[in-house]
């Protein structure tokens, strides 16, 4: 294995990965940002307890290992505590993980598009105010001194899609197109690896129960079709925006968002078009190809395949 890539930001510090201690059989939940992570992680729930009834809050279940409103011996101590199988959430890529041949591997894409429209939603819909104060509860504020903050984002949303195209790629950034693409071909990498599974967002939509059964195999959950079937509806988005306040995450740990049920949208795609100019939209395709082969960009936005060599 080689060195392993730091991604550490206001919010994050992926070095917690190097210090926490895996079990055999735990299961890694690694995704861009609003690209299907919480769907993820009830996805798991729901075949891990065989049931909709979870003994704990998701969020206290499955925390955001690296984010920093926990300490690290907070979060360490949550999952410490655990006898089930753990389902472990983070936004970091593979090359910042230790990987190991007994944990299993989730990555989750979507249209990177679609995911910067979600996030901003995502940010509008977060009282930062909390955030922050629950960040310096648990590790204080002292080191922000080293971040330079970042400009507020342009009032117009065209403006904003072309930032996001044009950025450069940052271990201390979350959403733009080249951290989002860099996540995916991370994963890419090893996608005929045996215990790292690709996953997206349109196959979930397209075909839930299938892409269930196809992570409950990585896994070696033993559940059959017929109860995968009737598990799924649970993990619909009206059902999950009905139990927003058990599902949300950072429910069990803070209130920062202003309306947890607005955390699940439509999740429709294709909002991105009405920011864009035709100009704008080749320029996209110019600038995914020059990050990414036609391959990865093809799957990234359509979906479709699991991505395992064949």
């Known amino acids: 294995m080689g060195e392993l890539v730091t991604y550490r930001g206001v919010m994050v510090d992926s070095e917690r990965w190097e210090r926490f201690e895996h079990r055999p059989g735990d299961i890694v939940i690694s995704t861009p940002p609003k690209s299907g992570t919480t769907w993820t992680q009830m996805l798991c729930a729901l075949m891990i307890f065989d049931g909709p009834t979870l003994p704990a809050k998701l969020d206290a279940l ?16 949550i ?63 002292d080191d922000l001194v080293d971040h330079e903050p970042p400009p507020p984002p342009d009032p117009d949303p065209f403006v904003r899609f072309r930032d996001f195209v044009d950025a450069q790629w940052s271990p201390a950034e979350l959403v733009s197109l080249p951290n989002v693409l860099h996540h995916l071909d991370t994963g890419w990498a090893h996608r005929g690896d045996a215990n790292v599974g690709l ?12 892409e269930m059964a196809r992570l409950a195999e990585l896994c070696e959950i033993d ?85 395992r060599a064949r």
């Open 62 to 77: 499955s925390p955001w290992l690296d984010m920093r409103i926990r300490s690290e011996d907070e979060v360490f101590a």
């Open 79 to 141: 999952y410490d505590r655990q006898t089930h199988r753990r389902f472990i959430k983070t936004h970091t890529p593979l090359d910042g993980l230790p990987l190991r041949d007994d944990v299993r591997y989730v990555v989750v894409g979507r249209d990177p598009r679609d995911a910067m429209v979600s996030w901003e939603h995502h940010m509008e819909n977060m009282d930062l105010a909390v955030l922050f104060q629950s960040r310096a509860d648990a590790v204080g504020l």
């Open 199 to 210: 996953f997206h967002f349109l196959d979930y939509q397209r075909d839930l129960v299938g």
């Open 223 to 307: 559940l059959d079709r017929e109860r995968l079937a009737a598990l799924a509806p649970e993990a619909g988005i009206d059902r999950m925006r009905d139990r927003a306040d058990e599902i949300v995450p950072g429910l069990d740990k803070s209130e920062h968002w202003k309306d947890p049920a607005g955390f699940f949208r439509s999740g429709a795609a294709g909002e991105w078009v009405e920011r864009t100019t035709p100009a704008d939209r080749e320029h996209y395709e110019e600038r995914v190809a020059e990050l990414v082969p036609d391959d990865l960009a093809h799957w990234a936005h359509e979906g479709g395949s699991d991505g």
